[in-house]
């Protein structure tokens, strides 16, 4: 009743309304707990055999709130009216209470009427919103993902959980000659290979596009012109097919990436995302509502400081396999290059931040001092020593995130993960400090549509309500944005 | 007695172009049922799907009705361009529906001639292709309503084609490209014995700005 009190000071339930609404057998009330102390709680009625259900209350206290539970109350909510056979919901809402409404819209709700004055004593009115249950069982949907952020085009098709298709197809061949990834090349290759990505994937997963539930495209981060082929794409396809669409959050369907290597994701994790296009520490409690970033690179990512190294020391592109052929027998120790933002100072202000450049910087001026001092080079001593600088700064502060949020979790995504020693060096460092370590398969942690599917595919396991046709392509789309 | 049977497929075309704009048309047998045209040209991904949505509600026509699709495969700046080919792939795979391609400067030489009927001579269709650039074609009238290119599409300088041109009697038409415009020449063409072209890819016209990298030297 306290709750009750605090929450709706002038319009709250009595006791004796309170009591018979928990007693009645057609409510189904839940509470949301922190630390032993009840913090908020919600109930829906619906009566045996009905095919509409009411959202009776909703009510997390103020100091609560903004954490999530609100939404994680009405998810659960709308999972058991589902249970009950419910197609639709109602529920009413004060037409003054605008951040209420956002989170009904976020379910899908829409506005369908208006009752004058029906919060007394204050003469406010309620507004009546409406959602639609569409599946019976949205427990396993078969979601389709598309992914063109950066030079591969994914496309992959997952039910619930588990992995039906996984079909990537990379340009990077075509960028080797320009040393790095170019936007227009990536962008050119992304239109090519939609069509044949697209059969392909629906030919693995042995299924139909009338079978599909909901399509899922990354809208960001990435190269805006990469993007907006797949948006482009996919709500075409939509359209097309009059399935719903989620445009979701290419960082976060890395993290997703795990649920499809172990069936569902381990929270709180920190996660370590690096690839040639993003270097990202992030700490996530829920992978649809809480996903926080730590820090980023404020320079090069470390997959792009591994190709300008190689184009340094002559090696093709792309630079991480090339660098640890080369470190191949190096002297990691041999030469001591910088570890950006480590120092005491840069800790306190960039503790999960990272920066490549200026190792870079280091090891091309090595080269050029060893050229003009006529000294010959130890190509594999560089290569070894500069990958140890890359790996030592990702993984300590990776576990610096796990120790200091005391999250004894650490996931790694990105195509960078495909470096051997970085997986070694993560490895060892996780044992050292009792923190559990997960790499996906390779596969699953380059960039792919699959990842994208998954994180699709939880959002609507969840009840979220689609993306509008409208959302954008955002190159630096944040990663809080997990929809749009 | 024998007669000759037009081989048109039945059904309703769904036109895409956004070489500049974006534009969307539902057209049957070469009738403009519903179109719209949002002439700003940077807005393409984010208008494309609710554009398409509309334009199909506005003709009420189902989107499994649609048994072809007509795309603008420019030349047009090329992030926009993109937008239109991949959508117009990925709603015929969706609609299960035909994919022809129409350079999209056609549909500015048949919106001319439409315009003008008596027109005789040469009209120069010119688009911004940036890099003070333009992209061009050169049209002499319509053959069974298809526009006939003499010349192009190619990208030059203003002042290449004022060259190519002197003492040439030519009128130049600064009319925007409308995806029924399109529609309408991908009917013609489908009458005629070549039919419609399943070509679909872009035309770019020229190749990625990019040079092969080098290092930096950075010491000095």
Same mark, same amino acid.
């Given at each position: 009743m306290a709750i009750e009190n605090e929450c709706f000071a002038t319009d709250a339930w009595s006791q004796e309304v309170m009591l018979s609404e928990l007693e009645a057998p057609h409510t189904y009330y839940l509470v949301a707990e922190v630390e032993d102390q009840v913090v908020g709680y919600a109930g829906l009625s619906q009566l045996v055999g009905a095919t509409q259900a009411d959202i009776q209350t909703i009510a997390v206290r103020p100091n609560q709130r903004g954490s999530g539970l609100g939404r994680a109350l009405m998810q659960e909510l709308t999972k058991e009216a589902t249970r009950r056979g419910a197609k639709e919901v109602f529920l009413e809402v004060r037409a003054d209470n605008t951040i209420a409404q956002k989170l009904y819209k976020l379910f899908g709700f829409k506005q369908i009427g208006l009752r004058k004055k029906y919060y007394q004593p204050d003469g406010v009115d309620a507004f009546v919103m409406k959602t639609s249950l569409?599946? /019976? /069982?949205?427990? =396993?949907p078969l979601v389709l993902g598309i992914e063109t952020s950066c030079d591969e085009t994914g496309i992959g098709i997952v039910r619930g959980n588990t992995l039906l298709a996984n079909v990537i197809s990379s340009s990077m061949d075509q960028h080797a000659r320009f040393g790095g990834v170019v936007p227009e090349v990536a962008a050119r290759a992304h239109l090519e290979a939609l069509t044949p990505a697209l059969e392909q994937a629906l030919s693995e997963a042995k299924?139909?596009? /009338? =079978?599909?539930d909901a399509i899922a495209v990354t809208? %960001? !981060? %990435?190269?805006a012109g990469a993007l907006m082929v797949g948006v482009g794409a996919a709500k075409a396809l939509a359209v097309s097919t009059g399935k719903p669409i989620y445009a979701v959050n290419h960082l976060v369907g890395h993290i997703a990436a795990d649920i499809l290597d172990q069936g569902k994701l381990a929270v709180p994790t920190i996660a370590l995302l690096v690839s040639g296009g993003h270097t990202s520490l992030l700490l996530v409690r829920?992978?649809?509502n809480d996903v926080q970033l730590l820090g980023e690179t404020i320079d090069d990512a470390a997959g792009e400081a591994f190709d300008k190294v190689a184009r340094v020391l002559g090696l !093709?592109? !792309?630079g991480g396999p090339e660098i640890d052929k080369a470190a191949? %027998? %190096?002297? !990691? #120790?041999a030469i001591r290059f910088p570890r950006g933002l480590t120092l005491p100072k840069d800790m306190a202000e960039h503790r999960y931040d990272f920066s490549f450049s200026g190792l870079k910087t280091a090891v091309a001026r090595h080269v050029e001092l060893a050229e003009s001092k006529g000294e010959t080079l130890v190509i594999s001593d560089v290569a070894a020593s500069f990958r140890e600088a890359v790996v030592d700064v990702l993984i300590r502060k990776a576990i610096a995130a796990c120790v200091d949020n005391n999250i004894p979790r650490l996931l790694l995504g990105g195509?960078?993960? #495909?470096?051997a020693r970085l997986r070694e060096v993560a490895i060892e460092a996780c044992r050292e400090n009792n923190i559990e370590l997960r790499i996906p398969p390779l596969s699953l942690c380059t960039d792919n549509g699959a990842m994208i599917a998954a994180l699709g595919s939880q959002l609507v396991q969840a009840g979220f309500a689609p993306s509008s046709l409208d959302f954008s392509a955002d190159s630096t789309l944040l990663v809080t944005q997990i929809q749009s | 007695m024998s007669e000759h049977l037009v081989s048109v497929k039945q059904g309703y075309v769904l036109a895409i172009d956004t070489s500049a704009g974006t534009t969307v048309a539902v057209l049957s047998l070469g009738e403009v049922l519903a179109e719209l045209n949002y002439?700003?040209?940077?807005t393409h991904s984010e208008r494309i799907g609710s554009a398409i949505e509309e334009v199909l509600a506005k003709a009420k +026509?189902?989107?499994? &009705? +649609?048994s072809q699709v007509v795309v603008g495969r420019g030349p047009g700046p090329y992030t926009g361009l993109r937008v239109g080919l991949a959508a117009a792939k990925f709603f015929a795979i969706g609609a299960n529906a035909e994919l022809v391609g129409v350079c999209s400067l056609d549909a500015i030489a048949y919106s001319y001639y439409q315009q &003008?009927?008596?027109?005789?001579v040469p009209v120069l269709v010119t688009t911004d292709a940036r890099r003070q650039e333009v992209f061009w074609a050169l049209y002499n009238g319509l053959d069974k309503g298809v526009p006939i290119r003499v010349e192009g599409p190619s990208v030059n300088k203003p002042a290449y084609l004022e060259e190519l041109l002197t003492g040439q009697e030519h009128i130049v038409t600064d009319l925007p490209i409308t995806a029924s415009s399109l529609g309408q020449v991908a009917h013609f063409q489908s009458l005629t014995? @070549?039919?419609?072209?399943k070509d679909s890819s872009?035309?770019? @016209?020229?190749?990625?700005?990019?040079t092969p990298g080098k290092a930096k030297k950075v010491s000095g």
């Open positions: 569409l599946r /019976d /069982d949205v427990s =396993e299924v139909t596009l /009338d =079978e599909i809208n %960001g !981060p %990435g190269l829920d992978i649809i !093709p592109y !792309p191949l %027998g %190096g002297n !990691p #120790a195509g960078v993960i #495909a470096n | 002439l700003e040209p940077m +026509i189902a989107p499994s &009705n +649609i &003008n009927p008596n027109q005789n014995d @070549l039919g419609a072209s872009p035309i770019y @016209l020229r190749e990625p700005d990019a």
